[in-house]
């Protein structure tokens, strides 16, 4: 197969993606819980010599961090319940990440700080009158995600663009379940 094109069992986004792939099929069979969700995010970072950090449990999908081996963020992914489907995380990890996601520029220069980033991501929340608060910022290339809480528990999660300080809800989550740390 030519660069770009899908196969059965992976795709990647293009020719200008340096032959990374960004999506692995899942074999079909449902993801129940936050360690098979693990095995199948395990079995994608492999690929991109990176390893799985923080799982989440959504109502709509498995959410999963990965970082490169010496543990500094690098991007995030989904896991498809329904067939283990896995995958980078449309929004913010494919748009805006500068080292995993489809605009790949290589190292960037963040304009926002973390706080910077909190303070932007809270001001968009007050804005909305959504009562939440929002959790610290956690900086992967490009961009920073925050947990959203209500009364301290986290409800969901949002980002915040480290270039323009562009807010990204990511309302394809549902409601939240569980973590499990690494």
Request: net charge negative; hydrophobic share 35%; charged share 20%.
């Amino acid at each position: 197969m030519r660069p770009g094109m899908m196969s059965r069992d992976d795709c990647s986004w293009g020719p200008g993606m340096m032959g990374r792939h960004y999506w692995q099929r899942g074999d079909g069979t449902p993801v129940k819980t936050l360690d098979q969700a693990r095995q199948r995010a395990d079995a994608f970072a492999d690929r991109l010599d990176l390893r799985v950090g923080e799982v989440m449990q959504f109502s709509k999908n498995f959410y999963a961090e990965l970082e490169t081996p010496s543990g500094i963020l690098a991007t995030e992914i989904l896991v498809d319940p329904a067939d283990g489907d896995t995958g980078i995380e449309y929004g913010p990890a494919m748009m805006w990440n500068t080292d995993y996601g489809m605009h790949y520029r290589g190292q960037s220069q963040n304009r926002i700080s973390p706080g910077q980033a909190q303070d932007r991501a809270q001001q968009w929340l007050r804005d909305r009158g959504l009562g939440l608060t929002v959790g610290e910022a956690e900086a992967f290339p490009g961009y920073y995600t925050l947990h959203t809480l209500r009364s301290g528990k986290i409800n969901g999660m949002l980002s915040v663009n480290a270039s323009t300080g562009a807010v990204w809800d990511h309302t394809w989550h549902g409601r939240y379940i569980a973590t499990s740390e690494h």
